[in-house]
C-alpha cells in the first residue's frame, strides 16, 4: 500500500486559504467598506437628526473557522457579522435594517445588493467579480429580552411572510468549529479533512444554484461524524496521521449516513446534516432529490477512489487516482521522488478510527 501522506499535506498548502488575518488584500477589502459603513450611517441618521445605533462587528464563516479553501475560480468571499444593538422587536421588518447597510454602502462599488441573508458588496474586474463581502445584520442577544441573537432575513421585493428575524447563534458555532478537538495534531487533520472535501466538490459539482454541497454543510458533518486517524510511534511516541484513511472513513461515515425521508411528497434518500446552534436547520435542505441522489453518487465514486487509490502499491499510481477527484493541485509525485525510501514507522497502536 502507497503512502501518500506527504502529498496529501502538499496539497492541502496548496488549498489552504489562510486566516482572514494573514491575508492582506482581504483584510483591506473589509476595512474599506466597514470604514464606509461607518461613515454612511452617520450621513443617513444625519439626515432625521438622529444617531445611528451602535453596533459591533466579528468575522464568520470559514475564515473565522479556519477551514477556507482558496477558490477554483479566483472569486473570493468573505463573511462578516454586523450586531446592532438594537431589541428585534422594535423593528418587525428586519429589510428596514438591513436597508440602513445598503444605503450605507451604496456606491461603494458598482454593485451592491439587499440579499435573503445578508448585505452583498461585490468587487469586480473586467466585469468579473473577484470578491464578494457578506455583512450578516444581527440584532445583539444583550439588547433583546429572551437575550438570543436574530438575524435579519428578507430582500426589499420580499414578501411580508419571508421578512423575519430568525434566531441564531454564529459565535457559538464558530467556538464549537474552533475547539472541537483539544488536540492541536487531531485538530488540525479535522482542518485538512474538511479543506479536502470542500475542495473536491469546488471539482466536480457546478456552483449554480444548490447543486453542490455547501461547505458549511461539510463542516458540521465533519463535526458530527470525522475521526482522526493515526499510528503511533512506539518509541518516540509521535503520531503518525494518515489522512487519506481518515477521509475515507469520514465519506463511509457520511454515505452511512443517508437516510430514506419523506420529502416534496416522495420517500427519498437524504444526508441530513443539522447546525448545532440555532436555528438547528438542515443544511442541505435546499438541495433537490436529483441534486441529493448526485451528492451520493459521487461520494460513493470518491470512496472507490480512495479505496482503489489504497491498493496502489506506487505513490505515483495512487495519486494519479486522487488527482482525478481533486483536481490538478493535487501532486503526482515523480518517478525520482518514490524511489527515494523512507525507514518504515514502527507502529504500537491503532488510534480513534
Given at each position: 500500500m502507497a503512502n501518500v501522506q506527504y502529498q496529501m499535506i502538499n496539497f492541502h498548502e496548496a488549498i489552504k486559504l489562510k486566516r482572514f488575518d494573514e491575508n492582506e488584500v482581504l483584510r483591506?477589502?473589509?476595512?474599506?467598506?466597514?470604514?464606509?459603513?461607518?461613515?454612511?450611517?452617520?450621513?443617513?441618521?444625519?439626515?432625521e437628526g438622529l444617531k445611528p445605533p451602535k453596533y459591533e462587528i466579528f468575522d464568520q464563516g470559514s475564515y473565522a473557522m479556519g477551514t477556507g479553501t482558496k477558490p477554483v475560480d479566483g472569486h473570493y468571499d468573505i463573511?462578516?457579522?454586523i450586531r446592532f444593538k438594537i431589541c428585534y422587536l422594535d423593528y418587525p421588518d428586519p429589510v428596514k435594517v438591513k436597508t440602513w447597510v445598503y444605503l450605507?454602502?451604496?456606491g461603494h462599488t458598482q454593485r451592491v445588493e439587499i440579499r435573503r441573508p445578508c448585505v452583498?458588496?461585490?468587487?469586480?474586474?473586467?466585469?468579473?467579480?473577484?470578491?464578494h463581502v457578506d455583512l450578516a445584520v444581527y440584532s445583539d442577544q444583550d439588547c433583546n429580552p429572551d437575550g438570543k441573537m436574530y438575524l435579519a432575513k428578507g430582500k426589499l421585493n420580499s414578501a411580508i411572510e419571508h421578512r423575519f428575524w430568525q434566531e441564531s447563534d454564529p459565535q457559538t458555532f464558530i467556538h464549537l468549529i474552533k475547539n472541537h478537538f483539544l488536540d492541536r495534531e487531531d485538530d488540525k487533520?479535522?482542518?485538512?479533512?474538511?479543506?479536502?472535501?470542500?475542495?473536491?466538490?469546488?471539482v466536480k459539482?457546478?456552483?449554480d444554484g444548490n447543486a453542490a454541497p455547501i461547505g458549511i454543510g461539510i463542516t458540521v458533518a465533519a463535526y458530527h461524524w470525522f475521526n482522526p486517524v493515526y499510528?503511533?510511534?512506539?518509541?518516540?511516541?509521535?503520531?503518525?496521521?494518515n489522512d487519506l484513511e481518515a477521509l475515507r472513513c469520514?465519506?463511509?461515515?457520511?454515505?452511512?449516513?443517508?437516510?430514506?425521508?419523506?420529502f416534496n411528497s416522495n420517500i427519498v434518500q437524504r444526508l441530513i446534516v443539522e447546525l448545532p446552534v440555532s436555528p438547528h436547520n438542515d443544511l442541505f435542505e435546499k438541495m433537490t432529490d436529483n441534486q441529493m441522489a448526485d451528492f451520493q453518487e459521487k461520494l460513493e465514486i470518491l470512496l472507490e477512489a480512495i479505496g482503489e487509490a489504497q491498493q496502489k502499491a506506487d505513490p505515483v499510481e495512487a495519486c494519479k487516482i486522487l488527482q482525478k477527484q481533486f483536481g490538478d493541485d493535487f501532486p503526482i509525485p515523480s518517478r525520482e521522488d518514490t524511489a527515494q525510501k523512507r525507514p518504515p514507522a514502527i507502529i504500537s497502536s491503532s488510534a480513534s478510527a
Open positions: 483591506e477589502k473589509r476595512d474599506r467598506i466597514l470604514a464606509r459603513l461607518d461613515s454612511g450611517l452617520i450621513k443617513i441618521f444625519e439626515i463573511d462578516t457579522g450605507a454602502l451604496n452583498t458588496v461585490f468587487y469586480q474586474q473586467e466585469g468579473e467579480p473577484i470578491y487533520q479535522f482542518r485538512r479533512i474538511i479543506r479536502y472535501l470542500k475542495r473536491w466538490k469546488d459539482f457546478s456552483s499510528t503511533r510511534d512506539s518509541f518516540t511516541n509521535i503520531k503518525n496521521y469520514f465519506v463511509n461515515a457520511m454515505l452511512a449516513k443517508f437516510q430514506n425521508v419523506y
